[in-house]
C-alpha cells in the first residue's frame, strides 16, 4: 500500500509564504510525477504543479513566479514553495502521485488534503 502524508499547512497573512511538504511511503519502485492540487471552497480541484522524476515542471498560470515545486527522488517527497500567497490562494492542498510502480503495478495516489488560508 503506498501513502502520501502532506505537511506545511496553515494561516499566513497575504504576501507570505509558506512550504508544503509531501512523503511517499510504502513498496515503491518509482513515481514518474508528483505534484499539487488545490480546491476552494465551492470550486473544482484544479492543477497548480507538477514535477518528473527528471525535472520537468507544470504550473498553473495563476501561481507562475509566485510558487515552486521541487522533489526529492531519494526521499520519494515533493515540496511546493509558496511566496506572495494571496488570499484566492485559500484551498485544502492536496498531494498526488501519479505512475507510482509498485509490486502490483502502476498506481495513482491522493494525500488526505492540507489546509493553506491566506487572510489578515
Known amino acids: 500500500q503506498v501513502q502520501l502524508v502532506e505537511s506545511g499547512g496553515g494561516l499566513v497573512q497575504p504576501g507570505g509564504s509558506l512550504r508544503l511538504s509531501c512523503a511517499a511511503s510504502g513498496s515503491i519502485f518509482s513515481i514518474n510525477v508528483m505534484g499539487w492540487y488545490r480546491q476552494a471552497p465551492g470550486k473544482q480541484r484544479e492543477l497548480v504543479a507538477t514535477?518528473?522524476?527528471?525535472?520537468?515542471?507544470n504550473y498553473a498560470d495563476s501561481v507562475k513566479g509566485r510558487f515552486t515545486v521541487s522533489r526529492d527522488n531519494a526521499k520519494n517527497t515533493v515540496y511546493l514553495q509558496m511566496n506572495s500567497l494571496k488570499p484566492e490562494d485559500t484551498a485544502i492542498y492536496y498531494c498526488n502521485a501519479d505512475r507510482v510502480r509498485t509490486h502490483y503495478g502502476y498506481l495513482e495516489v491522493w494525500g488526505q488534503g492540507t489546509l493553506v488560508t491566506v487572510s489578515s
Open positions: 514535477i518528473t522524476s527528471g525535472g520537468s515542471t
